[in-house]
Structures are given as C-alpha cells and as structure tokens.
C-alpha cells in the first residue's frame, strides 16, 4: 500500500540532502522507509546493535555509509545530529544522501534547529488517511484547494466511498496495524499496549523527569478535551499541577504527535500567542479507545461524537494537503461576539475557512459566522465538509464537500 507522503519524500530527497519523517509511533514511517530503493540501508536506533554500529563513533559511520543511508527513530541518538551535518557539510551539493525519522518532534527539532537547518526537509506524517485505508489515490479536491479551484469546479468531484466506509474509518481510526487486521479483539488489545508502552517506555526516556502518574491521568483526560477550547488554569486545576506544568504535559503530546494544538486565528499574529488554542486526539481511533466506544452506536450517542467528527475531519484535511507538499498553517477561529469556525487553512493558496458538520443537510442559519469571515475577509469561499451525498454550491461563496470526496 503507498502511502501518499511517498511522491513528496521522493521530491524532497531530489532537493536536500536529508529529508526528516517525523510522526507518532506505529504510523508506518519504517514501512514508508522499506519502499526506498534497494540500494539504501536501514538503520533502526532501537535495536541494540544498529544503535551501537552509529554510537560508537558517528562521524566515522557517516564517512563510512555517506549517501542512501535511512536512520530509524533517530531521536534516540542525539550526537548523530552533529555528525550529520559535518557529513552533510562535507558534500554540500549532493542530494538525496539521508533519511531520518523520529516519533518525538521536541527533540529532533531543536537537534534540527540546531545541527541541520537549511540541510533537512520535514515530512509530518500520520497513521492512514481515510483514502489512504482504502488504498485511493490523494483526492483531486486537495489539489483543487492548493491552486485556488473555482467553486463550480469543486461542486463536481464526486464522492469516492460510501457513508459505512467514512463511518467505519471514523469509528476505528486510522493505524496501519489494526487497521489492516480488521479485528476487534486485536484493535483493543493493540491499542492497549500501544498506550501502556508510549506512557511507560517511550516517554519515560526521552523525560525522566517526567510525573507518569499525572501524564497517564493526563491523556485520560485528553479524551474529554479534544476538540475544545483549551484553558491552562482549568487541567492544571484538575490534575493538581502548576499550569506551566499542564502547558508542559501538552506540550509533550503535541511533540509525540498523539495531539494536534490549533492555535486560534487572528489578523494580527502577535495576539494569536495570547488567545487559548484548540486542540484534539490525533486518531479517532485513540480517541473512542480511551472514552471506551466500542460500535457505531456508542458512538453516535456518546456527546463527544460532534467534537470527535470534527477532529478526524481536520486530521484528514491538514495531513491531506501536507502529504500533497502544499505549505500551510492550521487555525481555529472565535471571536469576541462567540462565533466559531472549525478550521482556517491560511497559506499559498490565500485564507480558507471550513466549518465541519457530521450532517447530510446543513442549516443555513448554522453558516452565518462562515458567511461573514468570508465576506469580511475577501476570501476566495468558504467550505463546509459533511455527510452530503454529493458536494453543492450551499451559495456562491459557500461549497459544501461530502468527507467521502477526500
């Protein structure tokens, strides 16, 4: 199965010399690294011997292994950064020599600031797509959206899966493993051992400080939180924390990629430091786990269904355009007066606001804080993602796009 970040790890291998997959564990990025041409070697950090073959002496490793050569979870080696870009220094007109990924992006990315800037191209990468779980190519609407389609050309593309599909990924999320083995005892005891080993293996080393009592309790509580405002003082209060720690705990999950932080969105840019951000669970799969949801019916009548659509809906749109190398930034939007958009997609392609409705019909008093950020803000339109059969002009600044089209 190709995963749809693999055209643009081969695009970017062409202009820089080492391209950085960073995302969270289990997500395939090893898999991504097998389908690499034979002649480049794997390196996994965490088989022992592979660690030692880099530990022992990295600038000798790198002279010896100079091009093609692919490090896996290359945050558990902090003085191959260095080495890297002495390597990469070396030969600086040699392209395509090094891929690196990592499942902890606070420390590959400060290793990256530090030791490889202007050297490596990043690649976020997440568990399958909802077209990538059923092995479809990229949707054409992500294309559209990236070079500024006309609505009429938008209300055109069809939908590509059915409701029981969209609801099916939706329900189980999107890791490759239990995904592919479509069982529900292995997706409950895999989920299980994943979240045992991310809070009692994974984060313990790369935080020994860290309260693993507190943070379990955390992403417990992380559960109820996604897809709300998030307010420091309210978890600290809850978790009996400083609220520079709780900012911390979040922090961290953002950084292991369980957790997407969407700050709120503002003209001025300065003040989007100041307003809370957003947030949610990466997966909905996680997601449903840990509020113990085990079929479609717990979930369409648990009160956190609204806010878990919403998030797959922005994870498969965010990563949709990311793996396309369209280059974005993610917002989420309130004013003063409370009107809410779901996601603002501001990048080359000039600001896109899109409001998410688990809904076939929308109602058209619902889009007014759509209509006018649209009107007030000269954007191009506005979209609404649905459950609709078939996308529609809702006006002639408003697209409604069914999630089965994505």
Not at 357 to 371: E, G, I
């Amino acid at each position: 199965m190709k995963r749809h970040a693999f055209p643009l790890l081969q695009e970017l291998l062409g202009l820089f010399p080492c391209v950085a997959l960073l995302g969270v564990r289990q997500c395939g990025k090893t898999t991504l690294l097998r389908e690499l041409p034979p002649d480049w070697r794997l390196f996994d950090m965490e088989k022992l011997a592979d660690h030692e073959a880099i530990a022992r002496d990295p600038d000798l490793f790198l002279r010896l292994n100079p091009n093609h050569v692919a490090i896996d979870e290359s945050q558990l080696l902090p003085t191959l950064f260095p080495a890297l870009r002495v390597a990469i220094d070396n030969d600086r007109e040699s392209r395509g020599r090094f891929v690196i990924t990592g499942s902890s992006s606070p420390e590959l990315l400060s290793a990256i600031s530090e030791s490889l800037a202007g050297r490596v191209a990043i690649i976020d990468m997440g568990p399958f797509s909802l077209a990538e779980a059923y092995e479809l190519p990229p949707s054409p609407v992500l294309a559209m959206l990236a070079g500024r389609a006309a609505a009429n050309d938008l209300a055109n593309v069809p939908a590509r899966l059915s409701l029981g599909q969209v609801t099916d990924y939706w329900l189980h999320g999107g890791y490759p493993e239990p995904w592919i083995k479509n069982s529900p005892r292995f997706r409950k005891l895999w989920l299980q051992n994943y979240l045992q080993t991310y809070l009692d293996r994974d984060l313990p080393r790369l935080f020994p400080g860290l309260d693993r009592q507190k943070f379990r309790l955390f992403v417990q509580m992380l559960a109820q939180l996604s897809g709300s405002i998030i307010n420091y003082s309210d978890v600290a209060r809850a978790l009996g924390v400083s609220q520079p720690t709780a900012r911390d705990y979040f922090h961290i999950a953002h950084g292991s990629f369980i957790w997407r932080h969407l700050p709120a969105y503002e003209k001025n840019a300065a003040k989007r430091v100041v307003k809370h951000p957003k947030g949610y669970l990466r997966d909905s799969g996680l997601l449903h786990f840990l509020l113990h949801l085990q079929d479609r019916d717990d979930l369409m009548a648990h009160p956190r269904m609204g806010a878990s659509w919403e998030g797959m809906v922005i994870e498969n749109l965010v990563r949709g355009l990311a793996a396309a190398g369209v280059d974005f930034n993610a917002f989420h939007y309130r004013s003063g007066g409370g009107a809410e958009i779901d996601l603002v997609l501001e990048g080359e392609f000039g600001l896109l606001p899109v409001e998410i409705k688990h809904t076939q019909h929308v109602d058209a008093r619902s889009l007014r804080a759509l209509r006018d950020f649209v009107a007030e803000r000269g954007c191009r339109y506005g979209i609404v993602i649905n459950n609709d059969e078939r996308p529609r002009l809702l006006d002639d600044k408003l697209i409604g796009i069914p999630l089965a089209a994505l």
